[in-house]
Structures are given as C-alpha cells and as structure tokens.
C-alpha cells in the first residue's frame, strides 16, 4: 500500500520537513512538535519545541527510520526557546544543519550545526550566524556550487519588524497597496557557517512585474521559503501564512525577481502548512504537513509527501491539501 499523504512518523509530533537526498537516500530534516495541550497566539508560543530528529528514507515505499535526537535547545548556548523548522545540506562531506531560534533576548536567529553524516549528530556552533534573523532557513546548492541561505517568517517570526535588515517595533506588517514583507537570501561563505554578503531582499512580483503587496494574502509571502533549480529555472516556493496556501515562483537569477506562478497546495487540516520538494529516482515530491494525527491541533502535527507534477510549460499542477 502507497504511504503518500500519510503520517510518515507516528510515534512524535512533527513538522516543516525539509528533505533531501544525500547518498541515494532520502532524510528528512523536520520540527519536533512537543505533545502538548496550550492556547494558541499569534507569537507561536504554542511552537515549544527543544529538540530535533532526523528521519531516513530508503525509498518512496518503506516508511522512515527515525535516526533519533541530533542535538537538543540545552546543546545550543546562544538559544532561549523554540527551536523551529530546520534545514540541512552537504558540503564536502561535511553536514551542515540549520535552524532557528529565540536567542536570550527573545529574538529569533539561524543557527548552524555541523556533523559528518546526515542522520547526524550535529554539533551546534557556539554562537547564531550573524546578520540572520527571523525563521525558516533553506539552504541551497547552486548547480555552479554556490551555496545560499534564505528565511523569513512574519508575525511570530518577526519578519515584519525589519526594514533595510535593521529591527524596530515601529516596522509593522504592510497592509493593502504596501510592498509586501520580502524573504531574505544571502549567500554563504566556503565555510558554510558565515554569511558572505548583507541580507538582500527576495522580491515577488505579479504578472506586470510589480512587487505582490501586503493585502494580496492568497500570493504574498508570509513563511517557509525553499528554493530548487528545475533547468534553468530557480523556483522559489512558500506558504502565505493567513490564507494556508502553498505557492510558487520562479525567476532566471538566483536573487530575483521571483514571478508569482501559481498555489501548489490548498489549505491542509491545520493553521500551518510548510514544505519541501525534491526530485528522487526522476520523480518529483512534496513533503509537507498536517494535523490529521491530532485532529486538528496546530501545535501537533505530522509529516507527510505526495508526488507533485509539473505541466510541460514548467507550471506545477495545484494540488487539494485535503485530498487524502
Ligand atoms: O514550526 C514552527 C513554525 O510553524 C515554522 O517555523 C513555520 O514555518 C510554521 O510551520
């Protein structure tokens, strides 16, 4: 029997998966999601989680192996709370895990750790990577071998408070006309453990090339940025946060503009919805999340995949998040 678009873990919580295919298998770098009963708000507080786990694949049809605990909030010295959705990628044999977390100020940073083999266990670096800010960090790997990092999260993530990547509680989240919030890139230095260049916004634009605005919810980006190169096109692809919709654009330069192309994937059971996508064995998947476990609690969710189809002028075929 298919084991797409069921709980891939059904022992833990968990979330944000970010897969990858390294040595031929397939891991899958998700969020821990705590087993517990609390009031939601809009900082994410009910997001608790104090540590990661690392899943591997050894094809499409064997549910995963859960490689344990990778590292834990008490191993990490910079972080306070929270460790959120992670990503991870290979350089030269070396492993490099990067995730999110408030710092003692309460104030979110990506962080990296670092390990010899992709079920890990990862190391984290004494302090967070500086420049960073806010959550969801994707690294990716340019075919010419450039590696860059992205994230951004509003709200809780505290993405709306930053202009010209510096912080005020002035900076509020853009409404109607206003320029929408951007995701940030940047590219890593050979190290893999430093920025090589200032944040630099990633700008979406609709189909007359202007920047999406902040009232447009079902295209603006709100979280969970990934990125992969299909050809000769970068697509970059994100949640909308308030309308629950995965969504995509693409672009020829790395950087941008990135042009809105279309939802990938409608609203799932839950408040959240996050992603990755993968090419494996000459397919292409989406690995994702839902709160079918918990039956709609927000704060527990599972991860889950499902193949995803691009048309022949390279559009991805939308997809129903409660088509099970
Ligand atoms: O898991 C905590 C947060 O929820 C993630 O960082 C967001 O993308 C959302 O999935």
């Not at 009031?39 to 990661?52: F, H, L, P, R």
């Not at 020829?252 to 994937?265: A, E, R």
Request: hydrophobic share 25%.
């Amino acid at each position: 029997m298919s084991i797409e678009k069921k709980p891939l873990v059904n022992d833990l919580y968990t979330a944000d998966p970010s897969a990858h295919v390294f040595n031929g298998k397939i891991y899958i770098y998700p969020s821990h999601d705590e087993d517990i009963d609390v009031e939601n708000n809009d900082n994410g507080d009910q997001y608790d989680m104090k540590d990661y786990h690392v899943y591997e694949m050894k094809d499409t049809e064997t549910y995963p192996r859960d490689c344990g605990c990778v590292f834990t909030l008490k191993d990490v010295k910079w972080a306070s709370k929270q460790l959120w959705a992670p990503d991870c990628a290979e350089k030269d044999g070396k492993y490099y895990f990067y995730f999110p977390a408030r710092d003692k100020n309460g104030m979110f940073r990506v962080g990296v750790a670092v390990g010899d083999k992709p079920e890990g266990p990862f190391t984290p670096e004494d302090d967070y990577i500086q420049g960073t800010y806010s959550i969801d960090p994707c690294c990716f790997q340019d075919t010419d071998n450039k590696y860059y990092l992205t994230m951004g999260g509003l709200w809780g993530g505290q993405l709306d408070q930053y202009r010209n990547n510096k912080w005020s509680t002035d900076n509020k989240e853009p409404q109607g006309k206003e320029p929408a919030c951007t995701p940030k890139i940047a590219l890593l230095k050979d190290n893999m453990t430093e920025l090589a260049e200032e944040l630099r916004d990633l700008v979406i634009v609709d189909e007359n090339g202007d920047p999406l605005t902040g009232g447009d919810d079902v295209r603006r980006y709100f979280e969970d940025p990934w990125l992969f190169k299909k050809g000769d096109t970068y697509y970059f692809t994100y949640s909308t946060g308030t309308s629950h919709l995965l969504c995509y654009a693409t672009s020829k330069n790395v950087y941008g503009p990135y042009t809105y192309g279309g939802c990938i994937l409608s609203p799932v059971l839950g408040w959240t919805t996050h992603h990755s996508i993968i090419e494996y064995n000459g397919k292409w998947y989406l690995f994702y999340h839902d709160c079918e476990r918990s039956k709609g609690v927000n704060q527990k969710r599972n991860v889950k995949f499902r193949e995803l189809t691009f048309k022949p002028n390279g559009k991805i075929q939308t997809m129903d998040g409660f088509d099970r």
